[in-house]
Nanobody, 121 residues
Framework: QVQVVESGGGLVQAGGSLRLSCAAS????????MGWYRQAPGKQRELVAA???????NYADSVKGRFTISRDNAKNTVYLQMNNLKPEDTAVYYC???????????????WGKGTLVTVSS
């Protein structure tokens, strides 16, 4: 019904930048919030940043001032610009979309499969 696909991960040196993209597609009626989560080895998944359909953003304290989330509602796409990356940012980054499908007319969480970001020191 709904697919969420991330792209843009990779290997970067500390201090570098990466831009992640995530597109939702399928039988979508509307999308509420979209966001990025990450999970480092041996740790729980945590919120990195999220943005509502109205443009309200929320960031983890650890990324404030370095990461910027943005959204293109017409394309059902969310982006995460990551600057001044640190080794502790190394993780699998997952995209989340809160989607109302045409079939159910209820909001449901959908997740992408994740994209690996590795920051070397």
């Amino acid at each position: 019904q709904v697919q969420v696909v991330e792209s843009g991960g990779g290997l970067v040196q500390a201090g570098g930048s990466l831009r992640l993209s995530c597109a939702a597609s399928g039988s979508i009626f509307s999308i509420n919030a979209m966001g990025w989560y990450r999970q480092a080895p041996g740790k729980q998944r945590e919120l990195v940043a999220a943005v509502t359909s109205g443009g309200t953003t929320n960031y983890a304290d650890s990324v404030k001032g370095r990461f910027t989330i943005s959204r293109d509602n017409a394309k059902n796409t969310v982006y995460l610009q990551m600057n001044n990356l640190k080794p502790e940012d190394t993780a699998v980054y997952y995209c989340n979309a809160v989607v109302m499908t045409i079939a159910t007319m209820k909001y449901v969480n959908y997740w992408g499969k994740g994209t690996l970001v590795t920051v070397s020191s």
